[in-house]
């Protein structure tokens, strides 16, 4: 066998011996020399199986202390240890009573449970055996590290989420922000432009309608046996008024244009009307404005019309003229 035995060998050697060890019999002789008898006796091709058989029961040997129920050894029980290991002239020098006696008489009379597994460290002996250092607690302490740094990187990451949520959150509330200011706006444009929209409609109203009226007029006008009857000013204060009446054939449709009118003081009205046989009957009320003309226009004409007057009424009319004459025709009309 060319294993060599390491002091840890050596020592669990000694034990087993001295657990094996009865009273008064003779100790057994070393391990080294019955190794290194049985290296000479086997023959060379049983070398192979003795160091198989050998790891083996190195083996089973270092688990035999996890087997044994714990028990706590004697104080003296590592001297002794000791001095049988190293021997008697390592020993000398510290030897105490106890340690001076004899190998054999000594371990015959300490107990069994003398030498417990605890007086020998298990991982030691079972490191020692196989060749591999004895585990520490270097192991546990530098998992502790480990441990801490992997709680730190979490702590980070779960730190750097955080922010990042927030920050979207803070983007997300100015954004919508934003938005609610330019749906605002738009709102306040949409507004502006509907009302300028109903402006447009109401003025195109009114256009639509003076379009029609000058279409009216026109019409009346240029008509083939259209009678034109001119109206001269009554007053010198309305020295500059004018106008002129155009009857159409049907002597129904009728157009009337004013110029020079001034506006009416002290809340009168400037009324319209017909002269006929059954007599005077009112065309409407009407206003001026300063340089601006005026255009009367209908579809209906007093049957038997032979004049026409315009007076200054009270507003808001007369049934009857009351007022002076502001403007007479100065043509005679046909009866109408």
Same mark, same amino acid.
């Given at each position: 066998m060319n294993e060599e035995l390491t002091p840890e060998d050596r020592a669990l050697l000694a034990a087993l011996e001295a657990l094996q060890a009865e009273p008064g019999a003779p100790s057994s002789p070393p391990a080294e020399h019955l190794a290194s008898d049985a290296d000479q006796a086997a023959p060379p091709g049983d070398a192979a199986e003795a160091e198989t058989l050998t790891r /083996?029961?190195?083996?089973?040997l270092g688990l035999m202390p996890f087997a044994l129920a714990p028990a706590a050894p004697p104080p003296e029980a590592k001297s002794r240890l000791m001095t049988r290991i190293a021997g008697p002239e390592a020993a000398a020098p510290t030897a105490t009573p106890e340690a001076a006696a004899p190998p054999a008489?000594?371990? =015959?009379?300490? #107990?069994p449970a003398a /030498? =417990? #597994?605890a007086a020998i460290p298990a991982a030691a002996t079972v490191a020692g055996l196989q060749g591999r250092p004895a585990p520490t607690s270097r192991s546990r302490s530098a998992s502790v #590290? @480990?441990?801490a740094g992997a709680s730190r990187w979490l702590s980070a990451l779960a730190a750097a989420l955080i922010l990042a949520l927030l920050g979207t959150c803070g983007w997300l509330i100015n954004d919508l922000r934003v938005r609610r200011d330019a749906i605002a706006r738009l709102a306040e444009q949409r507004d502006a432009a509907l009302r300028h929209a109903g402006e447009v409609?109401?003025? /195109?109203?009114? /256009? @639509?309608s003076q379009v029609s009226s000058l279409r009216d007029s026109f019409s009346v006008v240029t008509s083939p046996a259209v009678e034109v009857c001119n109206l001269r000013a009554v007053t010198p204060e309305q020295a500059d008024a004018r106008g002129m009446l155009f009857v159409a054939a049907d002597h129904q449709h009728w157009m009337m244009s004013l110029r020079g009118l001034r506006p009416p003081a002290g809340g009168k009205v400037y009324q319209l009307w017909f002269v006929a046989a059954?007599?005077?009957m009112s065309g409407g009320t009407f206003a001026a404005r300063p340089g601006e003309p005026v255009e009367l226009g209908s579809e209906r004409m007093p049957a038997g019309t032979r004049a026409v007057r315009i007076t200054l009424e009270n507003s808001p009319g007369s049934p009857t003229p009351g007022g002076p004459d502001v403007l007479r025709n100065a043509d005679t009309l046909h009866a109408l």
């Open positions: /083996l029961y190195h083996e089973v008489a000594s371990t =015959a009379a300490e #107990p /030498l =417990a #597994p #590290p @480990s441990r409609e109401a003025r /195109l109203g009114r /256009l @639509s059954q007599g005077t």
